[in-house]
Nanobody, 126 residues
């Protein structure tokens, strides 16, 4: 049974930083592309960042480029999202997602991902 468990969310002031983690189990982690999405109240879930199965390719939403960094540790079955210079508009529930993928393949559409975590709340105060 595949499980993805996010952690690291919380409340932070604008300009601050948070680091999210996603612990994966029940899959061969190094065969899966990983992604982060977020969903704000009343809005649809949106793509934030993704990383290929071996970590060689990353892609970011324009809104987070230069502020967020996605990474992974295949030895520890974890993916991470380092969020710096946070803005109030970053406030949302953040989800990690996994999808079996080729060596350097990345997906940005949430319909492409097969497994999801339960989400972690990130709140940025102004």
């Amino acid at each position: 049974q595949v499980q993805l468990v996010e952690s690291g969310g919380g409340l932070v002031q604008a300009g601050g930083s948070l680091s999210l983690s996603c612990a994966a189990s029940g899959l061969t982690f190094s065969n899966y592309a990983m992604a982060w999405f977020h969903q704000a109240p009343g809005k649809e879930r949106e793509f934030v960042a993704a990383i290929s199965s071996r970590g060689g390719v990353t892609v970011y939403a324009d809104s987070v480029k230069g502020r967020f960094t996605v990474s992974r540790d295949n030895a520890k079955n974890t993916a991470s999202l380092q969020m710096n210079s946070l803005k109030p508009e970053d406030t949302a529930v953040y989800y990690c997602a996994a999808r079996y993928a080729g060596f350097r393949v990345i997906y940005k559409d949430d319909d492409d991902y097969h497994y999801w975590g339960q989400g972690t709340q990130v709140t940025v105060s102004s």
